[in-house]
Antibody
């Protein structure tokens, strides 16, 4: 079955960096786009970034452009999110989600918590 | 920026019907999707393309559309349906993805 396992979250000071990883299994990793979606404490979901199946296309929500970079390594079945210049408002649980055939987010990981605090 | 609007909460008695509306100006042009999220768990897709149900999702979950509003209906609500429900769609150009604020369904 499809599994997505995130890691790399933690507590970090404002202005610092963090890299999240998402290891996937149970499907043909190199055939599907992948997303990062976040959820601030007590808030709704917010789409953050997407990368195409081959890594050639990427899109970001406006608030993270220039600070976050989504990437993937199809040889390792792993998705990444490099987060630089972190802000307190980036505090959230970050989920990786698999894109499906006509469905934006058909499977989700359990999430990893990122806390940006001084 | 584009927004989807949902009520923060809906309460329903067991066996009754819960209806959760989600409104957005671009909904006539873009499909809507619904996700169920229980506390401490990842979201699960329950409705795609406005009204289609993934395999494994009970028939009591259904989706519909009317103009700029889509609605998730849970018929014969059960205690296990208590969760947050998030609608999701895209902006009118399909450029980026948007979620509603989420609706907490409480089974009385």
């Amino acid at each position: 079955q499809v599994q997505l396992v995130e890691s790399g979250g933690g507590v970090v000071q404002p202005g610092r960096s963090l890299r999240l990883s998402c290891v996937a299994s149970g499907f043909s990793f190199s055939s599907f786009g992948l997303h990062w979606v976040r959820q601030a404490p007590g808030k709704g979901l917010e789409w953050v970034a997407v990368i195409s199946y081959d890594g050639s296309h990427r899109k970001y929500i406006e608030s993270v452009k220039g600070r976050f970079t989504i990437s993937r390594d199809n040889s390792k079945n792993t998705l990444y999110l490099q987060m630089n210049s972190l802000r307190t408002e980036d505090t959230a649980v970050y989920y990786c989600a698999k894109g499906g055939r006509g469905v934006p987010f058909d499977y989700w990981g359990q999430g990893t918590l990122v806390t940006v605090s001084s | 920026s584009y927004e989807l609007t949902q009520p923060p909460s809906v309460s329903v008695s067991p066996g009754q019907t819960a209806r959760i509306p989600c409104s957005g100006d671009a909904l006539p042009k873009q499909y809507a999707f619904w996700y169920q999220q229980k506390p401490g768990q990842a979201p699960v897709l329950v409705i795609y393309n406005d009204s289609e149900r993934p395999s494994g999702i009970p028939e009591r979950f259904s989706g519909s559309r009317s103009g700029t509003t889509v609605t998730l209906t849970i018929s014969g609500v059960q205690a296990e349906d208590e969760a947050d429900y998030h609608c999701q769609s895209a902006d009118s150009n399909g450029t980026y993805w948007v979620f509603g604020g989420g609706t907490k369904v409480t089974v009385l």
